[in-house]
């Protein structure tokens, strides 16, 4: 943690919830981008957290664009950067609703052409700031505001459909992990084009837990294989340490799942396919990362 600069680049008093794993997750990553960067940003609970005009939270400028333009937003302000010879970082950040669903056809255009620009999706696995409404992002057997009964359906594979575009670099990431997180960030904005962070944010609202659990729920999910952390750099996967301990002795799920409200009476069916999900991802990145596919 030494490594990490002192400076802070979001204040205190912001407007999160208490134990808000986003406002955590934005922390480390703008010390890591540092004061020469712009922060993107779509309708998500971060556009509540930075405050109310004239009032800020956040020590850098910051651009609040429409749920589905984050993505073009970032591709316009990219090119003109480049067009008068500064090397600003443009740094998207947003939640899953913007990401998964609402934006994602901005922000395949922008890999498409090749952008140079980082992407950061916080997935808290629900749209937070409208009433933890259900999203592509909400897994199996979760209980939202629209699905009171749980969700039927399984989450969608973000990563793979970012992956499909071939990236130069891509990783995940959780705040209960802070130095990947910040060495992440880092390492994507050293290298030139489109880059994409998934990083996974308990939110105790909405997954109806503890707020002072926030650090132990991003830890439960790695432990458990619920949340793989890994880098896909130039097309070589890498799986990073945490990981690899839970792929060779996982905590059990339902450590996971028990202390969230959100799968209070989880079917056995939901809890299974929890399962499935989790062991199929953790076997496709084991065999990319030995070459086998």
């Known amino acids: 943690m030494t490594d990490i600069p002192r400076e802070e680049y979001i204040l205190k008093c912001t407007s999160a919830c208490a134990g808000c794993s986003d406002s955590l997750t934005l922390r480390y990553?703008?010390?890591?981008?540092?004061?020469?960067?712009?922060?993107?940003?779509?309708?998500?609970?971060?556009?509540?957290?930075?405050?109310?005009?004239?009032?800020?939270?956040?020590?850098?400028?910051?651009?609040?664009?429409?749920?589905?333009?984050?993505?073009?937003?970032?591709?316009?302000?990219?090119?003109?950067?480049?067009?008068?010879?500064?090397?600003?970082?443009?740094?998207?950040?947003?939640?899953?609703?913007?990401?998964?669903?609402?934006?994602?056809?901005?922000?395949?255009?922008?890999?498409?052409?090749?952008?140079?620009?980082?992407?950061?999706?916080?997935?808290?696995?629900?749209?937070?700031?409208?009433?933890?409404?259900?999203?592509?992002?909400?897994?199996?057997?979760?209980?939202?505001?629209?699905?009171?009964?749980?969700?039927?359906?399984?989450?969608?594979?973000?990563?793979?459909?970012?992956?499909?575009?071939?990236?130069?670099y891509m990783a995940t990431a959780c705040a209960s992990y802070p130095k990947d997180l910040f060495s992440k960030v880092q390492k994507a904005l050293s290298i030139r084009g489109p880059k994409f962070i998934h990083v996974l944010s308990p939110c105790p609202p909405g997954w109806r837990y503890s707020s002072e659990r926030s650090v132990e729920m991003g830890r439960l999910a790695v432990r458990s294989g619920m949340w793989i952390l890994y880098e896909r750099e130039f097309g070589k996967v890498t799986i990073n340490g945490p990981s690899k301990a839970a792929m060779i002795k996982p905590v059990p799920l339902e450590e996971y799942l028990e202390p969230q409200g959100r799968f209070k009476g989880i079917s056995p069916e939901a809890r299974a396919l929890l399962r499935s999900v989790a062991e199929r991802n953790a076997q496709r990145l084991k065999k990319e990362e030995e070459g086998i596919c």
């Open 29 to 168: 990553v703008l010390k890591a981008a540092g004061p020469d960067t712009v922060l993107v940003v779509p309708a998500c609970c971060t556009s509540v957290i930075q405050g109310i005009y004239p009032n800020t939270a956040m020590n850098i400028p910051v651009y609040n664009v429409a749920f589905a333009a984050a993505a073009a937003c970032a591709s316009g302000m990219s090119a003109a950067f480049k067009a008068v010879g500064r090397k600003t970082n443009v740094i998207v950040y947003a939640g899953d609703g913007g990401t998964v669903d609402i934006g994602i056809q901005a922000l395949s255009g922008a890999f498409e052409r090749g952008t140079d620009f980082l992407y950061i999706c916080y997935d808290n696995e629900a749209y937070g700031n409208t009433g933890m409404q259900r999203s592509g992002s909400t897994p199996a057997g979760a209980r939202t505001t629209t699905t009171p009964a749980g969700k039927g359906q399984t989450k969608k594979d973000l990563d793979a459909i970012v992956a499909a575009h071939n990236p130069p």
